[in-house]
């Protein structure tokens, strides 16, 4: 999260501490953050990591706000409001587009994950959770469908990394990536579903920005709703409670009713405070598709003797910048 019209100041980041490969109810691989795989329940699982989510925030050059603290300040900000923003990109409010092969961003894929074999390695690109439910506007196609078209050079093994991103740099596949870049820079043409609605999300950042651009919602669109927890910025001199007087006065508070219908969709059980109810949806994630999971892993691989244990598969870095992960243990990014 950053301070409104000043780009330079990050107050705050945050992201899964593990996230954990699952095959999804429509037979899609995706990285699940840990909180997440906690809600399906099952008792067979990768190993959890003691926290669930990283976070950081800026000690320096922020004045905050602090319950208790008297009227706010005008150069002031209300830790609550970034604590509570930042704990929601942690729970699996964030993207998996971003470009990893060029320092200047002009193509988006999701993570690509390398898994070295016996004759070099081939390369998968996996998604987050949080784009399952991902639209283009104004065709309405899945980013999971064109994701899907993208992930084609996974039965193809590479000696090396560059050897990889020159193939696909130059084949058709990555004019799906440059399409994808175009609408992360284009207002109003992502959106995710929540529930039966949907959100327009941050798209109007040029130059993109990994940290802000796609894992929020539109600043054009919810500042001054009760859906403005999630834009990428914050005014000063604000406290939460005024956020959401000026929201409209959200009776379930400040995480707003598009948000609480996404967080629902991921699989979060919801509070409504006003009549205690709790609701949820049902995952069709089972025991089961957990196991053959680790069985795929193992053919992949030809090197995993069992699910639990440390695996050779990194994440695509810039600059060869190979990270070998442990299976499901890996910091694989954050939103600020
Ligand atoms: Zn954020």
New binding site residues.
């Given amino acids: 999260?950053f301070i409104n019209n000043e780009y330079l100041i990050i107050v705050g980041g945050a992201g899964p501490s593990r996230v954990m490969m699952l095959k999804d109810d429509d037979g899609v691989y995706r990285f699940y953050p840990q909180s997440l795989v906690k809600q399906l329940g099952n008792k067979v699982h990768p190993k959890y990591s003691d926290y669930d989510i990283n976070a950081i925030f800026n000690s320096e050059g922020v004045s905050y706000w602090f319950k208790g603290d008297g009227n706010i300040k005008s150069d002031q900000i209300d830790l609550e409001m970034v604590i509570l923003?930042?704990l929601v990109?942690g729970l699996g409010f964030l993207t998996s587009l971003n470009d990893y092969m060029h320092d200047i961003p002009q193509g988006l894929t999701p993570y690509v994950v390398g898994i070295i074999n016996n004759s070099g390695s081939n390369y998968h690109f996996i998604e987050a959770t949080f784009d399952k439910y991902m639209s283009v506007v104004p065709t309405g196609q899945n980013v999971s469908d064109i994701i899907k078209q993208m992930d084609v050079f996974n039965n193809i093994q590479y000696s090396n990394q560059d050897n990889f991103t020159t193939t696909f740099l130059s084949s058709p596949q990555y004019n799906l990536a440059t399409d994808l870049f175009s609408k992360a820079t284009k207002s109003n043409s992502l959106t995710i579903l929540s529930g039966d609605d949907t959100i327009f999300l941050e798209t109007s950042l040029t130059p993109f920005n990994s940290k802000?651009s796609i894992?929020?919602f539109s600043s054009k669109k919810y500042t001054n709703t009760s859906d403005f927890l999630?834009r990428?910025s914050i005014e000063r001199g604000k406290t939460l409670q005024q956020y959401v007087k000026m929201g409209g006065n959200y009776a379930n508070g400040p995480i707003g009713p598009k948000l609480r219908a996404f967080l629902k969709s991921l699989g979060y059980t919801i509070l409504d405070s006003t009549s205690n109810a709790q609701t949820s949806i049902s995952t069709t994630i089972s025991i089961i598709e957990l196991i053959i999971w680790c069985m795929l892993t193992i053919s992949l691989t030809n090197i995993i003797t069992s699910c639990f244990i440390e695996i050779d598969i990194f994440l695509y870095e810039k600059n060869n910048a190979f990270k070998i992960l442990k299976l499901g243990s890996h910091l694989i990014g954050y939103?600020?």
Wanted: net charge negative; charged share 10%; glycine share 0%.
């Fill in positions: 999260m923003h930042e990109h802000s894992s929020h999630m990428f939103s600020a």
